[in-house]
């Protein structure tokens, strides 16, 4: 089967600073998959590098097995910043990608109101976003992304700026969404929690250079609960990362 | 709008402007003012009632002027500020121009202006344009400028063409700091045609109106020609504000208020 994502030996240096040192990995399809590290550790630029924002120094990107190093146009994306337009509805912010590459169709208008209504938002369609709370404008921006239909989503710290009560609601909701839509997911964040919660995989990144140091398997079954987090499994995990990030620690 | 709003948005400024014709009048009877030196509020508000017949045709002429002179002002601010944001450039260039056209002194360049057009509308329509179109470029500029980083980046990431970031991302964003620029135009427009007609006045207009009540020493008349000429630039700074709460519902509405055709022609 081709990987979904597969990034090979990459690198990108920053004049003296190497950003990113030959960082290999690839991603099967329907896969969740997570990045975490300390800030510098290169994160940003391996997403910059996969999203086509920045052409790495060496080596390649493919998505599907079709190289697409240096282009964009391929990936869904998203940030700890909402981004959403002031003067866009919510739904015509979820078309936004449309709007800016060919023209909103009536099939994205009605791609964008089942996406709304499925996913908590059908009671804000024609809302601005300035009338939405932090959690539901972030639902807002991953419903835009969904709606690119690309395949590979690139979420960076998606939920990084959200209270805690607000931020579980949305891992939980976010895995509805990946399970249902079956997209592919790499995922950012500092929080080692919801690396585990919501992983497949986790790739654990250093800094000074960039690098990928480890990888883990997280065996935990699907669906995830809330539960699962406090259950002995999940600790033994967090305690490898906690390990990788931090040396040694005891708990 | 709820009604409490809409009776501190109307009823505050109201009290403001009252406030300050009572402080006027207190000042004229506390230092017993003659009326040819400066009148009271009521005394000039009583000639502004006595003159109505002739000064209403004039204050049409005024706003007539105010209004070719600003929406020429307001157009070319516009167009040279997203000409100016295509590239670097032009920018350079233009940039001193613009600056330098404020620095000249209005009411020295109104004369040659009025040697070069003659003493029609056309140069009080220039002046007025003159002063409305750099509040306009600036802010729009500004606009261009300030669009957030990574809304850019994301609409890269999503593959958008270079054309409709700018139609659906840039130029929208330029339309709060438009106003802004506006509703400073609009203050200013005023000034610009009274200027215009004081120095190509042939009488027949609300400056040569009160330069001729001020030879005849009727203050009164001065004065309520004043209030009325400031009458005309507040009519125009709440025009311009209506416009903008009228076209940029996201800022102070809840939910899109969907025209018929609005919905699926994007």
Redesign the interface.
């Known amino acids: 089967m081709t990987a979904k994502l597969a990034v090979n030996e990459c690198t990108k240096t920053f004049g003296p600073t190497v950003a990113l040192a030959s960082t290999t990995l690839a991603i099967e399809p329907g896969e969740f998959v997570s990045l975490v590290g300390p800030s510098g550790c290169g994160k940003s630029t391996l997403f910059n590098v996969v ?3 920045l052409r790495p120094d060496n080596g390649r990107v493919e998505i599907d097995g079709v190289d697409v190093t240096g282009h ?4 869904g ?1 998203m ?1 700890q ?1 909402d ?1 959403l ?3 866009r ?1 919510v739904v ?1 912010n979820i ?7 060919r ?4 099939a994205d ?1 009605t791609q964008a109101v089942d996406f709304a209504r499925r996913y908590g938002l059908g009671d804000f369609l ?6 939405l709370s932090g959690g539901m404008r972030q639902r807002v921006a991953l419903m835009r992304t969904l709606a ?1 239909n690309h395949d590979l989503l690139l979420l960076d710290e998606p939920f990084g700026a959200l209270d805690s009560q607000t931020r579980l609601e949305m891992q939980q909701w976010l895995l509805e969404v990946w399970s249902e839509t079956q997209r592919t997911v790499l995922f950012v964040t500092h929080d080692v929690d919801e690396s585990i919660f919501l992983s497949d995989r986790i790739l654990v990144m250093s800094p000074r250079p960039g690098r990928i140091v480890s990888e883990l398997v997280v065996n935990l079954p699907r669906p995830r609960t809330l539960q699962q987090m406090t259950e002995p499994d999940f600790i033994a995990v967090k305690r490898q990362i906690l390990d990788l990030l931090h040396g040694t620690v005891t708990v | 709008m709820n009604w409490r709003t809409s009776a501190r948005v109307v009823l505050i400024p109201v009290v403001s402007i009252l406030l300050v014709f009572l402080v006027w009048d207190l000042i004229i009877r506390i230092f017993n003012v003659e009326p040819f030196v400066a009148p009271s509020p009521g005394e000039a508000l009583g000639a502004l009632r006595d003159n109505w017949s002739t000064l209403w045709p004039l204050a049409i002429e005024t706003i007539r002027e105010t209004t070719y002179g600003f929406v020429l002002g307001a157009v070319l601010g516009f167009v040279l500020a997203v000409a100016m944001a295509q590239t670097r450039i032009v920018q350079g260039l233009v940039y001193p121009v613009l600056i330098s056209s404020q620095a000249v002194p209005i009411i020295a360049i109104a004369a040659p202006l009025v040697i070069l057009l003659g003493f029609g509308i056309w140069p009080k329509i220039v002046i007025v344009a003159w002063i409305v179109f750099f509040p306009v470029a600036v802010s729009v500029l500004d606009g261009l400028a300030n669009v957030d980083e990574d809304l850019l980046k994301l609409a890269h990431v999503m593959g958008g063409t270079r054309s409709r970031v700018f139609l659906k991302i840039r130029l929208p964003a330029t339309v709060s700091p438009l106003y802004s620029g506006l509703k400073i135009g609009a203050t200013y427009a005023v000034t610009g045609a009274i200027i215009g007609e004081l120095v190509a006045s042939t009488g027949d207009s609300l400056a040569g109106f009160q330069r001729n009540a001020n030879s005849s020493l009727d203050t009164p008349a001065v004065w309520g020609t004043t209030i009325l000429m400031t009458a005309i630039g507040i009519g125009w700074f709440l025009l311009v504000m209506t416009f903008e709460r009228l076209t940029t519902p996201w800022r102070t509405r809840n939910t899109v208020r969907r025209l018929p055709f609005s919905r699926h022609n994007d």
């Open positions: 999203s086509g924002l964009s146009g391929h990936v994306y940030l910043k981004l337009i002031p003067w509805s015509d078309t936004l990608g449309a709007a800016l590459t023209g909103v169709t009536k208008q024609d809302h601005y976003p300035h009338a690119t």
